[in-house]
Every structure is written in C-alpha cells, then in structure tokens.
C-alpha cells in the first residue's frame, strides 16, 4: 500500500542514452515543474544532465 500525500516517486532519465537510471522521490506541492539532475550514467560512463519522467 502506497504512503499518504503530496510525495510521490519518479523515475530520472539520462538525456543522452533515454535510459532510467535512478528513482527518487519529490513533493509535487512544493516542487511542481520537472527535476532535473547532473547525475553519473553508468550505460554513458560519465556525468550527464538526468530529467524527471513519469
């Protein structure tokens, strides 16, 4: 059973492989525009530019 209120899990996704590396959460009242992280990719083998999906 999911947990209660405004937090909610995302997938992050590497702008240059379009590969789901990580899962994280964020609060969707305080933060309602996309995340977007620099983030190592193990597939590219370096720090890329990581954009919330759904």
């Keep these: 059973m999911a947990a209660k209120g405004p937090?909610?899990?995302i997938a992050m996704e590497c702008t240059?492989?379009?590969?789901?590396n990580y899962?994280?959460?964020k609060?969707?009242?305080n933060n309602t525009?996309?995340?977007e992280v620099v983030?190592?990719?193990k597939f590219c083998?370096?720090?890329t530019t990581h954009k919330e999906t759904k």
Excluded: A, M, Q
């Design 7 to 9: 937090r909610e899990s």
């Design 27 to 29: 609060n969707k009242r």
């Design 45 to 47: 083998k370096k720090r």
């Design 23 to 25: 899962t994280t959460s």
């Design 39 to 41: 983030k190592y990719c």
């Design 16 to 20: 240059e492989c379009k590969r789901r």
């Design 33 to 35: 525009d996309r995340l």
